[in-house]
């Protein structure tokens, strides 16, 4: 059963318009949440991170918000350039503390 | 500065040959490894994390083990690769010692089974 879930597939966004992008996980013991990002023949890049203290974290152009109680956490890229286009991973620690569990990924594309 | 090295870049390989791919890891000591893959439509999957030489914990049973000979050394193989393992893996590493969520990747290695 997946524990960390990015039900959509894809998104597409317009330049200089907002890109949002959701997970949703099941175990409410999860504290950290992370965003990474990844082009296609490469390794995946970390991008923003969240620890469950907070309900909002902010770095440039990414935001990562956080709603406990629903256990649904979302980034937004605002304004969406072209070099935004990637997949984008929501990962979240294991119950142990020793490896992230990932989602499936949402593809991003900007078109300008 | 730490480095991560993960090779070849792609591979091509008939059902039933055998599969090694390496790992290695510059500028920390006793790092975490991990093998991940990313195969269509089922996002990141973890395969194996090691937190020490010799100490492996496999998440997925399959095909394929791991070994850690050396401690900025991490191995992927299989005796006999199958079509589902076709794939793209990718190693990563992270510091040792308490929580740390800082994971890097690896460029990754594209494994086709034919």
């Known amino acids: 059963d997946q524990q960390v879930k990015q039900n959509s597939p894809s998104l597409s966004v317009q330049e200089g318009r907002i890109s949002i992008l959701n997970c949703d996980y099941t175990n409410s013991m999860f504290d950290y949440f992370l965003w990474y990002k990844k082009y296609p023949a490469e390794g995946p890049t970390f991008l923003i991170s969240?620890?469950?203290?907070?309900d909002k974290n902010e770095d440039g152009r990414f935001t990562v918000f956080l709603n406990k109680s629903a256990k649904h956490l979302s980034l937004h890229i605002v304004p969406s350039q072209p070099g935004d286009s990637a997949v984008y991973f929501c990962?979240?620690?294991?119950?142990?503390?020793?490896?992230?569990?990932f989602g499936k990924g949402t593809t991003l594309s900007v078109s300008s | 500065s730490q480095t991560i090295h993960q090779w070849p870049a792609t591979l091509v390989q008939p059902v039933g040959s055998p599969l090694s791919l390496e790992c290695t890891v510059e500028g920390t000591s006793n790092p975490n490894l991990y093998w991940y893959r990313q195969a269509a439509g089922r996002g990141l999957q973890l395969l194996f994390y090691s937190v020490g030489i010799g100490q492996i914990s496999s998440e997925v049973p399959q095909n394929l083990s791991a070994s850690r000979p050396q401690d900025r050394q991490f191995i992927l193989s299989s005796k006999k690769l199958l079509l589902s393992d076709s794939g793209f893996y990718l190693c990563?590493?992270?510091?040792?010692?308490?929580?740390?969520?800082?994971?890097?990747f690896g460029s990754g290695t594209r494994l086709t089974v034919v």
């Open positions: 969240i620890s469950s203290i907070k």
């Open positions: 990962a979240v620690n294991n119950q142990a503390g020793t490896a992230l569990i």
């Open positions: 990563a590493w992270s510091a040792t010692g308490g929580r740390n969520y800082g994971y890097t």
